[in-house]
């Protein structure tokens, strides 16, 4: 999915208040973006690192926070080979309502 041009996408303000660190954000920033209204993507690991700007071991750290905070679900796909085999697909990542806010203090 191109992400130029004149297409834009929200995100909560609040997303601010969750100290997320700089590759977490800009990693849940692309997938908001590429799911778009339909909350749901499947872009690569390597799609996602070249888009963010940083390696792919940075990209799968920042998904673990993400599932692990709540701000996506992540299900492994699987596809078939010719060889009859089954290899690993894109995972299908899910944009999921926002998790309560930290508490302060």
């Known amino acids: 999915m191109p992400v130029y041009g004149e297409k834009f996408y ?5 997303i601010f208040l969750y100290n997320l660190k700089p590759i977490q954000l800009s990693v849940y920033s692309y997938l908001v973006c590429c799911a778009g209204q339909k909350d749901m993507c499947w872009p690569s690991v ?10 792919e ?3 799968r750290n ?3 926070v993400l599932v692990e905070r709540e ?3 992540k299900v492994h796909s699987k596809r078939p080979a ?3 085999k089954w290899l690993q697909g894109n995972n299908h990542y899910y944009i999921l309502p926002m998790p309560d806010l930290p508490k302060v203090g």
């Open 10 to 14: 929200q995100m909560s303000n609040l």
């Open 46 to 55: 390597q799609t996602i690192a070249l888009h963010c700007g940083c390696s």
């Open 57 to 59: 071991n940075a990209v």
């Open 62 to 64: 920042a998904i673990k």
């Open 71 to 73: 701000f996506i679900s």
């Open 82 to 84: 010719k060889s009859g």
